[in-house]
């Protein structure tokens, strides 16, 4: 994988998800709880998928972007290589939702992550995922931190 050659993956500020540059990203602004990535946001109506519904690929995006920053945070830089996913309920636009992601496993140069989405309101679960990770190792062949 390119992207995993030469020196550290660089952030820009253009990212869809997080890039504060962006004028049609999602502006994910994303803590940190003990060993879990979190972020609270609302999807206005742009994000539509059916009537008053997100699309499903921005649900995506969120679950994607989560399970990153808590890659990035506990495991180190890297990219998805893989990634399942289940809807559970629609995720509604204008409504705050919730999403959380947590590392699950680390090992050499694959870690594994799961991510859920929320509906904050009343906790109920939308959508889950998990993805597996290729990390970008150093010259020293341990990953390299994410520092985020």
Not at 14 to 30: D, Q, W, Y
Not at 31 to 50: D, I, K, N
Not at 80 to 106: D, N, Y
Not at 111 to 129: F, H, I, M, N, V
């Amino acid at each position: 994988m390119s992207a995993l050659a030469g020196s550290a993956l660089e952030i820009n500020g253009l990212c869809f998800a997080c890039g504060e540059k962006n004028p049609h990203g999602l502006h994910m602004r994303v803590e940190y709880e003990g060993q879990r990535a979190v972020c609270r946001l609302s999807l206005p109506e742009h994000f539509q998928g059916w009537v008053n519904i997100a699309h499903g690929g921005v649900v995506l995006t969120i679950l994607d972007e989560i399970m990153a920053y808590a890659v990035l945070r506990f495991a180190g830089q890297g990219v998805t290589i893989s990634m399942e996913s289940s809807f559970r309920k629609a995720v509604p636009l204008g409504q705050e939702i919730m999403a959380s992601g947590w590392v699950v496993e680390h090992k050499g140069r694959q870690a594994q992550a799961s991510g859920e989405l929320r509906l904050a309101q009343d906790d109920s679960l939308l959508a889950q995922a998990s993805a597996r990770w290729l990390l970008k190792l150093g010259p020293d062949g341990q990953p390299l931190p994410g520092g985020i």
